[in-house]
């Protein structure tokens, strides 16, 4: 996810372990960070974690990813199939 996102620099909430880490960003931060000189946006990213179940009923733990359609057209995956 990292390596795919043409971010600079990642915020996330005091005591997140890591990226992965679910905690919600305070709306206020994320404005904060726009406030700065230099900072041109701020996306927000819902991370979260499911089990996906395949057609033949096999499941396996999966890692969501979810921001809003960028206009550049730029996402933080690769899409292998299928429309966004």
């Known amino acids: 996810m ?7 620099l990642w915020i996330v909430p005091r ?7 679910p905690s919600l ?9 726009l406030s700065l000189d230099g900072v041109r ?8 974690f499911a089990r996906w179940r395949a057609p033949s009923g096999a499941t396996t733990p999966i890692f969501i990813v979810g921001s ?6 730029s996402s933080p995956g690769i ?5 966004p």
């Open 2 to 8: 990292i390596d795919h996102a043409n971010a600079d």
């Open 15 to 21: 005591g997140s372990n890591s990226f992965e880490d």
């Open 25 to 33: 960003l305070d709306e206020r931060e994320r404005f904060r960070a």
């Open 41 to 48: 946006e701020a996306v927000p990213l819902v991370v979260g």
């Open 68 to 73: 809003g359609r960028r206009e550049d057209g």
């Open 79 to 83: 899409l292998v199939e299928g429309n």
